[in-house]
């Protein structure tokens, strides 16, 4: 799960403007929030050198993640994407609309060892491996094609990533945001990108990048994972016969009945191998994590540990699978996302889909959508 940190890292790159800002007429929470980055920011300027525009940034990022996204005890707020809206309204920030054009019928490849898939993108004229990804907000490149691109980066305090990525060693990760150049998957095409930047090292397979939801929520998305295939065509509104989805940072989620209880509220991830479940849930559920098999899970901060799990039941509507493997982890993207779990591979993996993507919100990604499953 690698989700969340765009919309956030968008507006820190703007926070100097916006904590510095006049309030504009609009809600007293975004005035109030406004007050508390002007404040944030004063008190970590002195430290700054004159002109040393990278460091402002991070500590601006720092800043967002302090006043915005987290409690005072340092966990992650329940309402931290309203809060965020807020701060938006307030402010005047203009995320940038990505523009994009044509379309694809590609063929993809599965990861070895894993569910997921891989799909050739376009980048300067090259064609590189990324990893197909509906639980990364946004898409990703490796740092040494950046630097190959001569894309010029902001940098995002390791300690931050601990909230955005799975993993429990982020130190020295050295993460950044970059300008992305036009990807292109055939020739469906999409520029105006903001993208995340992290050594080749961190990514599933050592793959070039990931294509993530900046770039496909752009079209009308069907994956068939039987041939396997990805085709993306212009994009149509939302259908009352699909599955209702609602976005949160960029993200679908879903409502999900697991051992006939709930429902829960479920990110869906086609980069991810398996159903995760939130620790809350699992024990909400009755299941037995003492007795449960250890299992390490590798994200892009290195490995978490977790439990593994077996699910008497998962069902979206009426579309159910019996006894499906799980794993309960106690990850940060999960409680940025304010979701119980994620639906991953094993799950998604059963059925054709057809994804669909309604208008965009104040911080720029899909507010809502549809998913239609059919089986083979």
């Known amino acids: ?28 929470l975004g005035r109030q929030l406004q007050e508390q980055l002007s404040t944030c920011m004063v008190e970590k300027f002195p430290s700054i050198p004159k002109f ?31 809060r965020m809206a807020a701060l938006v309204k307030v402010s005047g920030i203009k995320i940038p609309k990505p523009v994009s054009r044509g379309q694809a019928q590609v063929a993809l490849s599965r990861l070895p060892g894993s569910q997921v898939f891989t799909i050739r993108v376009q980048t300067a004229n090259q064609g590189r491996p990324f990893l197909l990804d509906t639980g990364a907000s946004t898409s990703l490149i490796e740092k040494d094609l950046a630097k190959q691109l001569r894309l010029r980066g902001t940098p995002i305090p390791d300690r931050l990533m601990t909230y955005m990525v799975v993993g429990e060693k982020c130190t020295n990760l050295n993460a950044a945001v970059y300008p992305l150049p036009e990807l292109a998957v055939e020739t469906a095409s999409v520029k105006g990108l903001s993208g995340l930047g992290l050594p080749k090292r961190a990514i599933p397979g050592q793959l070039s990048g990931v294509l993530g939801m900046d770039f496909l929520s752009n079209y009308d998305v069907l994956l068939d994972p039987h041939i396997p295939q990805l085709t993306l065509l212009p994009p149509s509104a939302p259908t009352q016969q699909g599955i209702p989805l609602v ?26 191998d398996q159903v995760v479940l939130s ?34 039941q998962v ?8 006894q499906l493997a799980a794993i309960v982890l106690d990850a940060g993207p999960l409680d940025l996302l304010g979701v119980d779990g994620i639906i991953g591979q094993n799950f998604l993996n059963r059925y054709r889909q057809h994804w669909r993507f309604g208008k965009r919100d104040q911080l720029g990604t899909p507010a809502g959508g549809s998913l239609e499953l059919s089986r083979p």
């Open 247 to 272: 976005g949160k940072l960029g993200v679908m989620t879903v409502q999900t009945r697991l051992n006939n209880q709930g429902p829960y509220t479920l990110a869906l991830d086609t980069g991810a």
């Open 279 to 312: 620790e809350r849930v699992a024990k909400r559920l009755g299941l037995n994590l003492k007795t449960a098999k250890p299992i390490t899970v590798t994200g892009f901060c290195g490995s978490a540990r977790g439990k593994q799990v077996q699910l008497d």
């Open 315 to 322: 069902a979206i509507q009426s579309h159910q699978v019996k």
């Open 52 to 82: 040393a525009l990278d460091e402002l940034q991070a500590l601006s990022m720092q800043c967002m993640f302090e006043v915005v996204i987290l409690t005072p005890e340092g966990k992650v707020r329940q309402d931290a994407n309203d």
């Open 1 to 28: 799960m690698r989700v969340g940190w765009l919309a956030i890292a968008g507006i820190a790159l703007s926070l100097p403007g916006v904590a510095l800002a006049a309030p504009v007429n609009t809600t007293q």
